[in-house]
C-alpha cells in the first residue's frame, strides 16, 4: 500500500472529534518525510507523552521533529541551550500563581522571554493555560511587545472540546497534571497548528473536487436538483467559505461539463459556496494533476503551497504521483470528517489573520481584469496610467514588520536570497544602524494590494548588501519591479554613502524570476546569475529613473 494511501486511510482516526491514546498509537504512517525541524523545550511539566501521540499527525504532514527536552525548571534559566528552529515554554501556570499573582508572574514571564529572545533568533511559543479572559488577553499583550512569540492557550483547546484540561490524580505519577483525555488535543493541536504555523511556509489555495466532496452524489447522473447538500456537506462548504474569507484561494477541480456546473451553482441557493468565490476553476474530463498545474499557475503560486481535495484515491495518489509536493486531502462519504481535516491539516491555519491576507482573493479578481487591459493597450505607460497606480514607499516600516516576515516566509517566485528573514531577524536588522528594512504598498482603482514588497539592506563598508529582496506573485506581470526595488533602494539611507550595490542570490527550485530580473541589470543571461553576491554600480540606481505614469508616494 502506497504512503499517501495509508495517510488517507488513517484520516478519520487522526481528524475524528476526540481522538484517542490508542487509537493513535496503532496506527503507522510509514517514514516519509519532507521536513525536519528541532524544538527546544522549556518546560516546568512533562510533554513526553504529548510528543509521542503527535508522532502520528506529524508523519501525516511528513515533519519529522526533533524535541530537546531540558530539565523540570520553574525559574527558566534556559540552561545547555543549542540552536534549534524553535523555541517551546511548556508552563504549568498553576506552579507560578499558587504563590504569587498574574501581574507579577507576567512581569517576571516578560523578563524571562527577552533573555530567550536575546539568545534565539527562531519562533517562541508559550503554551500554558489562564484562569480567565482578562489574564488570556493580558498574555496575549505580553507576548506581542517581543518580535516572533506566539501564546498557545491550551486551556482553550480543551475547552472548544468540552474536555477537562486538568487531573490533579495523575500530576506525581506522570509529571503533568494535564489529563489523559486531553491530552490527544493538544498533542494534534501542537503538531497540526502550533508549530506548522510558526516554521512552514503557509497553505495558499485550495484545490477541491466537486462530486462527492462539496456534494452527495454526481452531477452528470443525479441532475443539479438531484445532487445532495446534507448537513455535513453544508458545513464543509461553509468552513471553506470562512478560509476563502480569510484570504485562502479557492480552486474547482471537476471531471464534469463546464456550463453543467456553472448551472448548478447558479440555480443551487442553497450552496453556501457560490461560483465567484474561486479564483479559479478547471472543468473538463482531463487530466487532475495538470489542471492543478495550471491553477497554481494562474494564482502565482507553487504548487507545494496547494492543498487537493478529492473523494477518489485513485486520483489524490495519480496527482501526488506527478506534482509529489502538492498537499492532499481525501474527501470522505462523511464530509464532516472532510472538514475536520481541513480544520487541522498543518500550515493551514494561522496564528493571526491579517488585512492583506484578507484582500488577497479581491486582487487575484482584479488581477484577471488587469491582465485583459493590458492586451488591449500597446503603451505600458498608458496601462499603469488607465490603472492609476500608486506605489508607497516606507523605509521605517516598524508596525509592519509582521507582514513583512509573513512575506518572507510565503514568497517564492520573486525572492532572490531566499533567506526567509523571520520577524526576530527582521526586528534586529530594523534597530541597526548598518541595516535597513523597507517595504512597497501598491495599489490601483481596481484593489489595494497592500504590502507587496520587503527590502532588507546591510551596509559593510561602502558597499550595501541587499540580504533580502522579495515581491509577492499578486503585484508580478504589470512592469513595476524595476520601480519597486530600485526606486527603494535609492532611498535608502544607507545606500547615500555606498559605492556599491550587491544583491546576494541563492538559487532555488522557483526563484527564477527574481533571477531573470537581476540577470538583465547585469546584462548576462538569466542562469549566468551566481550564488552569493552580485554587483551593480551605484551609477546605475543613481541614473534609474522610476515609471512616469505611476504615483509615488515616500512614507
Known sequence: MSLIIKRMESQPTLFTARPTRLSLQQLSLGAEQNRSVSVNVWRNHALESIVS??????????????????DYDDSLMFAGREAADLELLWLDSSRYLANTDFAAWSEWLLTRLSVLRAASNVPIIVATWLQNAEQHQQMQALVDTLPDIYFADIGSVC????????????????GSPVSNAAQPLLARKLACHWLPAALSP???ALALDLDNTLHQGILGEDGIHGVALTPQHKALQESVKALQQKGIFLALVSRNERVDVEDLFAQRDDFPLKWD?????????????????????????????????????????AVTSQLPQVHAIHAHENAELTRRALEHYPALWRWKVTADDVKRNQD???????ESLLTEVTDPEEYLRNLQVTLVFNHAPQEHLSRLADLCKKTNQFNLAMRRFSLSELTERYNSENSAVACVQLKDRLSDSGIIAVIVAERHGDLLIIEE????CRALGRQLEDTIVLWTIRNLPQFQTCEQVCFRVQHGPRNQPAQAWLAGHLQVAPDAVQEGLNGIPRQTLEQFTPVQSVRLIEE
Open 53 to 70: 501521540l503527535a508522532q502520528p499527525y506529524f508523519a501525516f504532514g511528513r515533519w519529522q521533529v526533533a524535541f530537546n527536552f531540558g
Open 159 to 174: 475547552a472548544e472540546a468540552r474536555v477537562e484540561l486538568l487531573d490533579m490524580r495523575i500530576a506525581v505519577a506522570t
Open 202 to 204: 503557509p497553505i495558499k
Open 277 to 317: 468565490d474561486f479564483a479559479a476553476t478547471e472543468v473538463s474530463w482531463g487530466d487532475k494533476a495538470s489542471a492543478i498545474a495550471r491553477v497554481a499557475q494562474a494564482l502565482r503560486i507553487s504548487p507545494d503551497a496547494v492543498l487537493f481535495v478529492d473523494d477518489n484515491l485513485g486520483e489524490l495518489v
Open 364 to 370: 487575484m479578481k482584479a488581477n484577471a481584469l488587469r
Open 469 to 472: 529582496l522579495c515581491i509577492s
